[in-house]
């Protein structure tokens, strides 16, 4: 293993760790609130009262109140702190804090911090002057360019201080460095281009922000021929340290051959078969030879196996040898390089010069091949065929590195330039793109695609093979979290009506742990153990089905655990839910202990668009709860493959999915020169594949996204704004909150979606969608949606959906026979059913789960400005089979019901509200209805409010008040329990 990769991992290790404790968001659930100190009058039954609250004070010295005489912080009251003028103030306020002169106060995370001038430091809420004026000095300071494009800058300083480096191209406005105080500083500055001339300058600052910095230097980069790849062979995936490791895994090793022997080498057992193998490896070359090269060349290389390096050794020849095509499609060109860069570099002894050389020469000639005839393919996009396009490149090219000098100039100087081609498109886009698109672990495709576009080949590829910058980072440790998260039911049952294991979203063909792409899969998985995540380790050992052991190489070369190792997401109390921010991603369920019991949401609002297997469906959710209850509907492969009339008219479309419909009769849809449905829903975006710049807020393709989520254990709470998904001309804001809330439907969730829809044009017909497999029974407001697991006829999931706004409404339902991908308008004013490409697949669940029903819930009053309330409840056929009692509340600037649950265990009163506002708003409360909680969203954040609640006029009466001592979370939640 490379230096710069075992530092990067101990770093990540400690990160990781970290983010696997974490308890996510905030509760603030406490069962005995003085509801005195909140400022709440209390009426049960005409008593007034404060239950639990005794009004004395704790015992210990005596504290001063808001505005009395203090001489340190500790003796004001609890929330208030002790200001220049030797008075208590509140702590997260600045009235009063002047921060002694020397500095400017502001409220940070809900704190008052004093931010100070130079030469002084805040303590407390006084700047004090500091003892040490002055800046270190710095000397030896060195900037010199190593590798490829690396610069690595050294100095000391003659005491402790950061160490950080302002660089660019022309001007210093970019910078990297550590803010550890240190006397021996070394920044390493990567991302850079080759053969580039950078402003270089270094900073340190002590302790009391004393700071010095160097004059600027030029610094230019190398070349790519100076990239510091390991010599020897095999360098990719594997050193001398991960080598004894699997050397020791006696057993395992024994059970990779069997699984290979079987497998991929059924056609004959004798090594000097040759004429045999060939034809056998012909057929290879023709479909995928990147997923069955690396067994030959593992097994050969680690069991020493004759019969797999005889395998290995004619898949090489077959792939030089084969015509360089297209007619069947990229897939064959592009992966005939990984394949032959992998058996290069794993059966390197086994190759003669010859053979070694004509390798080499197929590598390069193929890149030429592929520039010539399809160079788009080698563009550097994260999010198309390109991503491994550059993967398949890369692991090609890096092991001819030191071999390469012994071919012709003109054969060097071609390697060359593509080499700094495809690790160029890495450095500047794929790695950046993805890292970003990827915060947090979840592929904006979803699950079906996602582990194959987000794979590890390339990642642990260079950090093996190349000491320069690691390009393993957080996120593709935290990469397991989007499939732990999106484990909607326990392993497959074969012989039942098993629904795949994670959510369809985006084009899917399936998603159950054994897919085309499941090696990645298991990579994906393993990618957490380079973190030390013991969730990680579980969900390897725990989740995925054993048979899947040996099927990916990660699992042979770095699982260092045993069957049982890990923890589980119960027992280091994971919180429920995940964000993953600009995916958009939120996953909501209500337990880990037992997935068939589990309720699923998942909600996704990217704040971004690319067009590449992904859907129109922002500010979308599915459910999930003993099967397929809200669904994304249509088909990829059961209604024609990626570009047939149902994907692009039906399947891709917004109104093919649980978000909503604001129709536009003149708006067009078009691609190319092809007018498509207009369904109403969102719109097509000019730039298909963006990059980071495109992405971001400005970019073409930016959309606002997650704008809030917390999880605060007995419930979740997301809210969306999609209003950049749709065209300007139609739309001006379309945000939807969700308050998921856990053991409100019996021991099941409940789920408030709220929705603040605004058109441009008040005669543009709205229509909030819910889309279900089984046909819907419609009662007045309430819709009901069975699903069956298929075990037991009489278990099957159930979910009702209440109605509460708008108040003058109509419930359409759409589908079954001649109706299932229906769409009013095919972009000529005529309704279209795009059921043309739905020939079928003979795979069962996608089958059943593309679905054939639809309710459209639309106002009946034209309306520029429509608010839209659904409460959503799981329930069981079998018993527990009632709704959650759901009344609407509302005022001016606030809306929401009141959950009871059918069981009378629980109730809650949820709200939302609408932002910046100075809300002082009164609601009447349905008469007799008492509730546990309340829950209050959309506030603004870290605000004060005072709740006055008069249960015996049934009322409440909530305002935004700077002497409040409610205080909305940094998400702009309250939660109080209530009695």
Not at 242 to 266: E, G, I, N, P, W
Not at 438 to 443: H, K, Y
Not at 837 to 847: I, L, Q
């Amino acid at each position: 293993m490379t230096k710069t990769m075992r530092t990067m991992m101990a770093k990540t290790m400690r990160t990781m760790m970290t983010k696997t404790m974490r308890t996510g968001g905030r509760s603030v659930r406490s069962t005995m609130r003085c509801f005195s100190s909140l400022g709440l009058a209390l009426l049960v039954a005409g008593t007034v009262g404060a239950l639990g609250c005794h009004g004395d004070r704790p015992h210990g010295p005596p504290q001063g109140s808001l505005g009395g005489l203090c001489y340190e912080d500790g003796t004001c009251d609890e929330g208030l702190a002790c200001n220049d003028d030797g008075h208590c103030v509140r702590a997260d306020s600045c009235e009063g804090v002047d921060c002694s002169g020397h500095g400017t106060c502001e409220v940070q995370d809900g704190a008052a911090q004093c931010q100070c001038e130079s030469g002084y430091h805040a303590d407390g809420l006084s700047c004090i002057e500091n003892e040490d004026q002055t800046p270190p000095v710095i000397s030896d300071f060195q900037a010199k360019a190593v590798g490829s494009a690396l610069i690595e800058v050294t100095w000391m300083t003659d005491e402790a201080a950061t160490s950080q480096v302002d660089y660019g191209e022309g001007a210093t406005d970019r910078t990297m460095g550590d803010d550890e105080l240190v006397t021996d500083h070394r920044v390493v500055l990567s991302g850079l281009a080759t053969e580039t001339t950078y402003q270089v300058r270094a900073r340190s600052a002590d302790e009391w922000g004393n700071e010095a910095v160097t004059d600027a230097t030029d610094v230019s980069t190398n070349g790519i021929d100076a990239l510091l790849v390991r010599t020897g062979h095999p360098i990719m995936f594997i050193d001398d340290q991960v080598l004894a490791q699997v050397q020791q895994k006696t057993d395992d090793l024994a059970s990779f051959h069997d699984r290979v022997l079987s497998h991929y080498m059924a056609d004959t057992d004798d090594p000097l078969d040759t004429l045999t193998i060939r034809q056998a490896m012909d057929q290879v070359t023709g479909y995928d030879p990147r997923n069955v090269a690396p067994y030959y060349a593992m097994d050969g290389h680690l069991n020493q196996d004759p019969l797999a390096k005889a395998y290995g050794k004619q898949l090489v020849l077959s792939l030089i040898e084969r015509e360089m095509t297209f007619a069947n499609g990229d897939e064959e060109v592009r992966t005939s390089l990984f394949a032959l860069g992998f058996l290069y570099d794993w059966l390197y002894d086994e190759l003669d010069d010859s053979l070694r050389a004509r390798v080499r020469s197929r590598i390069v000639d193929t890149l030429d091949f592929i520039q010539e005839n399809r160079s788009r393919l080698l563009d550097p996009n994260f999010d198309l065929h390109n991503r491994l396009a550059n993967v398949c490149a890369l692991l090609g090219l890096l092991p001819l590195f030191h071999d390469i000098q012994a071919d012709g100039a003109d054969v060097v100087a071609r390697y060359m330039a593509w080499l700094n081609v495809i690790v160029d498109n890495f450095r500047r886009y794929i790695l950046p793109d993805q890292a970003w698109a990827t915060e947090g672990g979840m592929n904006e495709m979803g699950w079906a695609y996602a582990a194959s576009y987000s794979g590890l080949e390339p990642y642990l590829a260079w950090d093996f093979a190349v000491d320069e910058e690691p390009w393993l980072s957080d996120w593709q440790g935290d990469f397991f979290y989007g499939f732990l998260y999106g484990m909607r039911n326990d392993k497959i049952h074969w012989d039942a009506k098993h629904w795949d294991t994670f959510p369809y979203w985006g084009d899917v063909w399936n998603t159950q742990y054994y897919v085309p792409f499941q090696p990645n899969l298991v990579g994906l998985a393993a990618s957490g153990m380079f973190y030390d995540n013991d969730v990680a380790k579980w969900f390897y050992t725990q989740a995925l089905p054993v048979s899947s052991t040996y099927m990916a190489m990660t699992d042979l070369l770095y699982r260092d655990f045993g069957p049982d190792a890990g923890t589980s997401p119960e027992s280091v109390s994971l919180p429920m839910s995940r964000l993953f921010p600009h995916s958009g991603y939120v996953l909501m369920r209500d337990r880990w202990d037992d997935l068939n019991a589990n309720t699923l949401m998942a909600f996704r609002s990217g704040s971004f668009y690319a067009f590449n297997h992904n859907h129109r469906d922002m500010n979308a959710f599915t459910i999930f709860y003993k099967g397929p209850l809200a669904i994304d509907s249509g088909g990829y492969n059961v209604c024609g493959q990626w570009g047939s009339s149902h994907w692009w008219n039906y399947y891709t479309r917004t109104v093919a999915h649980n978000s909503m419909l604001v129709y536009d009769p003149n708006e067009v849809f078009k691609h190319g020169s092809t007018v498509l449905a207009n369904d109403g829903g969102q719109k097509m975006f000019e730039i298909s594949s963006p990059h980071l710049e495109d992405m971001l807020p400005g970019g073409a393709n930016h959309l606002d996204g997650v704008l809030r989520y917390e999880d605060g254990g007995d419930y979740a709470y997301v809210l969306g704004d999609a209003t950049k998904a749709y065209s300007a001309d139609k739309l001006s804001l379309f945000q939807r909150s969700v308050a998921y809330v856990r053991n409100m439907s019996y021991d099941h969730p409940a789920m408030i979606i709220y929705d603040h829809v605004v058109a441009t044009q008040a005669d543009f017909a709205k229509a909030y969608l819910l889309h279900s497999i089984e046909e819907p029974t419609v009662d007045g407001d309430q819709v009901l949606i069975h699903i069956d697991t298929g075990d037991d006829p009489n278990d099957q999931g159930l979910l009702y959906q209440t109605t509460l706004l708008p108040e003058q409404h109509q419930l359409r339902v759409v589908g079954g026979s001649g109706q299932e991908f229906y769409v009013d308008d095919d972009g000529t004013g005529s309704p279209h059913n795009y059921i043309e490409d739905c020939t079928g697949t003979g795979y069962v669940p996608t089958e059943r789960q593309k679905g054939a029903w639809r309710v459209e819930v639309q106002p009946t009053e034209s309306s520029a400005e429509d608010f839209f309330l659904h409460v959503l409840s799981i329930a069981d056929e079998a018993d527990h089979s009632d709704p959650v009692e759901a009344t609407l509340v509302q005022s001016a600037h606030l809306r929401g019901a009141l959950l009871q649950d059918p069981d009378g265990t629980d109730s809650i009163l949820v709200l939302f509200a609408e932002g910046n506002t100075d809300l002082a708003d009164s609601l009447s409360l349905p008469t007799g209805q008492t509730f546990a909680h309340i829950l209050v969203v959309g506030l603004d954040p870290n605000t004060h409010y005072s709740l006055d609640l008069d249960l015996g006029h049934d009322q409440l009466t909530l305002t935004r008040d700077d002497s409040g001592t409610l205080l909305a979370s940094d998400q702009g939640t309250l939660y109080e329990q209530v009695q």
